[in-house]
């Protein structure tokens, strides 16, 4: 086996998932350093080093000279680009990846975050903030899936946008949304969960204990 040239700190959340499934689908050897988000091990001064935002996930490129990259898409976007895939090197086509990473980085991501949080974690029901982040993330979901039904894929081939997105969608009921009704949606996540890849990517780290579901919905709100 080769040497590990990546350190992936991650965690078993939707973000760490991205960047385990990429580098999965690089075929490239990494080494995976498991956070204990409810000890706050991404809090330590180790690691706020190389992540000063203090969140999962976060790569360090040993090959690069021990180069850090925090931010789930930026990781991504470096590893696309390093490795030549997932990512169109043409100017149209890489900036319409582009725009729907940032349709999710900047909408997806944080409200289904948030209905996360207020669905399944908050100390006491506060349903106008329940119905607020639940009916965005709705909202969101039937943008892409409109987008799909044109579309094998967000943006014709496999991408890293695909990636970031299926992570989310792939846990929809754990914000008590729904995609039975939305077809095309239903149809991309069941093709991407179908990848070889991505099953070995969600298994990174293992399973997933219900306190490090706690922490990661409870560190959303600061985000």
Known sequence: MSKASITLYTAATPNGHKASIMLEELGLPYRVEALNLMSGAQKQPDYLRINPNGRIPTIVDHEAGDFAVFESGAILIYLAEKFGRLLPVDAKGRSEVM???MFQMGGVG???GQANVFF????EK???AIDRYQNETKRLY???NQRLQQHEFLCGDY???DIAHFTWVNVHAWAGVTIDDLPALSAWRARILARPA???GLAVPGDIPRETLVAAA???LQR
Do not use: D
């Not at 399944?120 to 100390?123: D, E, K, M, V």
């Open 218 to 220: 409870q560190t959303m």
């Open 198 to 200: 991505v099953q070995r």
């Open 110 to 112: 944080p409200m289904q």
């Open 120 to 123: 399944r974690y908050w100390h």
């Open 159 to 161: 991408s890293i946008a």
């Open 99 to 101: 725009q729907w990473l």
């Open 126 to 128: 506060y349903q106008p």
């Open 142 to 144: 039937t943008v892409l």
